[in-house]
């Protein structure tokens, strides 16, 4: 893919490997290889090594502290932490919540949280599904009531939401809440409202997911009581935030640059096998499987960067999220064939995380939307189907 970058691409290349190499701790970078999880102390450590170089917020405008790179400085940056492997700046913070407040949010709210959400010094997490609200996410019930009587300064909360992931240590939930429940269009009568989840009357409870591992939470609201100027934008204009949100989220989780690393561990554990002395009649069959994955990946990494460079618009996202869960769940699933009893084990790099990895890439192609969701979406806003 090196065609596409110009000269002054490739020294930027070489400066983020230098950054990431000279700054990316061992122990963390160990840790993603073997398909593991940022935890919340590396998304932290790593976030803040990030915004000290002025790099914690690749597609942030300047003025409010992020990068102010093009398309193509926004890849290549996304590519090299990926191929470190280091995590990717704060996903909760830095690619969903941050966008959302400074299109739509007031200026009290942009001083006070992008900072915040720059540094890790708060890290949110994203309130959107509901039991029977997931891919019908705009029947939504949780509700917020101003409380008139009381003044007026006051929502008042009451519901819940579910596979919340990372709500046991986030300090702040970013919500959809239904503020309007007569609105005719059920899209009509949502908001989008920042939590504080210190406040009283806000319960998590943990989901152990398939993979043993606890990243999912179901929250309740019990009368939370939340300021009216933790409202971000407009009363029930909550659909469009979130819909603005959604798209970067579905172009993050293609996840162009994750899926190379996860190519070039595929092709290391081939030279292993061919260097253990496995016959090539038993190899080619896998090294064409990874050939025909990378291929499948090159064209949606050309298509990512046409959707940078304005040449489409942030319709593509739901294309750019089914076809990335697609290449990811058939790589993962490539890497623990090839490690046979190694995903396995108890103990090592290939160890017990490749499988907990492979269980858990089954959730790519469903969270952000399911795969089946972004079809119809496609097919009705892309291809203008009915
Ligand atoms: C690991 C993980 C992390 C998550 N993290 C978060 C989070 O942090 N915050 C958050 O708000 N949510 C999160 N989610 C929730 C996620 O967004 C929803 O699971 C997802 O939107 C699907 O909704 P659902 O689970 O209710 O499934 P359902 O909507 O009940 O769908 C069930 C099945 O029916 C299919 N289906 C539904 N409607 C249609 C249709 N119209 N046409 C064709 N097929 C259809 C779906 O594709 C799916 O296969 C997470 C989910 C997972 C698994």
Redesign the pocket.
């Known amino acids: 893919m090196d065609l596409l970058y110009s000269e002054e691409h490739k020294a930027f290349r070489q400066e983020v490997r230098d950054f990431i190499a000279a700054t990316l701790p061992g122990d963390m970078r160990q840790r993603l290889r073997a398909g593991g999880f940022a935890a919340k102390a590396d998304t932290e450590r790593w976030q803040r090594a990030l915004n000290q170089r002025g790099w914690g917020a690749p597609a942030w405008p300047k003025a409010f502290g992020g990068t102010g790179w093009d398309a193509a400085h926004q890849q290549i940056f996304a590519d090299e932490c990926a191929a470190a492997p280091a995590p990717p700046p704060h996903i909760f913070n830095i690619t969903m919540l941050g966008p959302v407040i400074i299109h739509f949010g007031s200026d009290a709210q942009r001083e006070y949280f992008l900072p915040k959400l720059l540094n890790a010094d708060i890290q949110v997490?994203?309130?959107?599904?509901e039991p029977g609200?997931?891919?019908?996410?705009a029947s939504l019930k949780t509700a917020a009531v101003l409380d008139v009587e009381n003044g007026g300064d006051e929502y008042v909360v009451n519901g819940q939401?579910i596979?919340?992931?990372q709500a046991h240590y986030a300090d702040w939930v970013f919500a959809l809440v239904r503020t309007d429940p007569n609105a005719v269009k059920k899209q009509a009568g949502i908001s989008f409202m920042l939590i504080d989840m210190k406040s009283p009357g806000v319960t998590v409870r943990p989901i152990i997911?398939i993979d043993g591992r606890h990243?999912?939470n179901e929250v309740f609201f019990d009368n939370v009581r939340v300021p009216a100027a933790n409202l971000v934008g407009e009363e029930n204009k909550g659909w469009d935030y979130a819909k603005f949100l959604l798209g970067h989220e579905r172009a993050y989780i293609a996840g162009i640059g994750r899926n190379k690393e996860r190519v070039a561990c595929a092709k290391d554990l081939l030279a292993k096998l061919e260097a253990d002395g496995h016959p090539m009649s038993e190899v080619a069959g896998w090294r064409g499987r990874v050939a025909l994955i990378e291929a499948d990946l090159h064209a949606l990494e050309v298509t990512q960067l046409r959707m940078h460079g304005g040449h489409a618009d942030m319709k593509l996202s739901p294309m750019l999220k089914a076809r990335g869960s697609e290449i990811f769940q058939a790589i993962t699933d490539v890497i623990c064939r090839l490690s046979g009893l190694e995903a396995l084990r108890a103990d090592g790099v290939g160890g017990p995380t490749l499988t907990k990895s492979f269980l858990?890439s089954r959730?790519v192609s469903?969270?952000?939307?399911?795969?089946?969701?972004q079809k119809?979406i496609l097919s009705a806003t892309v291809l203008s189907l009915p």
């Open positions: 997490c994203q309130g959107f599904s609200s997931g891919s019908d996410l939401k596979w919340t992931s997911s990243s999912l858990y959730a469903i969270f952000g939307g399911s795969t089946e969701v119809n």
